[in-house]
């Protein structure tokens, strides 16, 4: 695909997702999440190969279904106001949050890196906003599906040996986590889509030159700086204190109406996740010896904006409290 296509393509990806913010009624909604859906297929397409095909049937179908689902129950429920919890299925399906992630793991492993990060972060902007606007009684109803995701992404993370899938069941855990957060107020649900979106994107950037999927293959003791930014990354990502994921996830707990039994079991799954993000880059970094580390004596700018930029939230949050 040549590249004024590629602009195309992802203008309207970007276009799409303010109309479902701005929409005022489900029509349009709706409309936002079906251009949303086709804009992102051709960006599927970055080598024209047939694993990308098998990736984009994979995608589509579900969320056509989710689509079909959603304007069906609106249309249904001008005249069966129970029926709207048929809108809110559909949303967990475009999201693919557990139990509705069957298609999700496996459009992640045959998708190139590019794509694969757009379909982690900005693809999941449009249904939690959609979500957002429901009614409080049905937020409240998503609670469970929250918990479930949470626990499940760390599950399924454990003994993952791809960098696509560990991100896969990484996303649906955060994916709970940000269904928790629509329940507490808009600021912090935008704080944490903010946060997920830049922690990986500074992932993507320090994998985007790398053709290994192993996890174990991304450490590489001759590029120190770049291993220590991918573990700070890697574990900012798991909810490491003082690091921008746990304070992401600190400022849910806080500001939540959600039930202590919601609550232990967000927590139970972020601490799942952390266990294997931990045993992923702290084997690696203590493996590493004092004659890689003494070659680096001056620590370079970009690596130490790179750290700041990860513990400034927990800065800021000592200042004003």
């Not at 919890?85 to 793991?105: D, E, Q, T």
């Not at 939690?128 to 469970?144: C, G, R, V, Y």
């Not at 855990?173 to 994107?201: C, D, E, F, P, R």
């Amino acid at each position: 695909m040549k590249l004024p296509s590629k602009l195309l393509f992802m203008f309207l990806l970007i276009s799409s997702t303010y109309l479902v913010a701005s929409s005022s009624n489900w029509l349009t909604t709706w409309m936002g999440l079906e251009v949303n859906m086709l804009s992102y297929i051709p960006l599927i397409f970055m080598k024209e190969s047939t694993s990308e095909s098998e990736a984009a049937v994979k995608y589509l179908i579900p969320q056509s279904l989710g689509s079909a689902i959603f304007i069906s129950s609106a249309i249904i429920s001008m005249y069966l106001n129970n029926l709207q919890i048929l809108m809110l299925i559909a949303m967990c399906l475009k999201l693919g949050v557990a139990p509705f992630h069957y298609w999700f793991p496996p459009v992640m492993l045959t998708l190139q890196l590019m794509p694969a990060f757009i379909l982690l972060t900005w693809q999941k902007i449009a249904p939690i906003l959609a979500i957002s606007s429901f009614n409080p009684l049905l937020i409240k109803m998503i609670m469970p599906i929250a918990v479930i995701s949470s626990l499940w992404g760390g599950i399924g993370g454990i003994n993952q040996t791809d960098i696509r899938s560990l991100l896969t069941y990484s996303s649906i855990a955060h994916t709970g986590w940000m269904l928790a957060s629509i329940y507490s107020n808009y600021s912090i649900l935008a704080s944490y889509l903010l946060s997920y979106i830049l922690i990986n994107m500074s992932i993507y950037f320090l994998l985007y030159k790398e053709d290994n999927k192993s996890c174990k293959q991304l450490f590489s003791p001759k590029e120190p700086s770049k291993t220590f930014m991918l573990s700070i990354s890697i574990l900012s990502l798991g909810g490491l204190p003082p690091l921008v994921g746990f304070i992401m996830k600190l400022l849910v707990l806080m500001f939540t109406s959600a039930k202590m039994a919601i609550i232990l079991g967000l927590i139970m799954g972020a601490l799942i996740s952390l266990f294997y993000y931990l045993s992923l880059t702290f084997s690696t970094l203590l493996s590493f010896s004092k004659m890689h580390l003494t070659k680096y004596k001056t620590i370079s700018k970009n690596l130490m904006m790179f750290f700041l930029i990860q513990i400034l939230p927990l800065i800021l949050i000592l200042f004003f409290f």
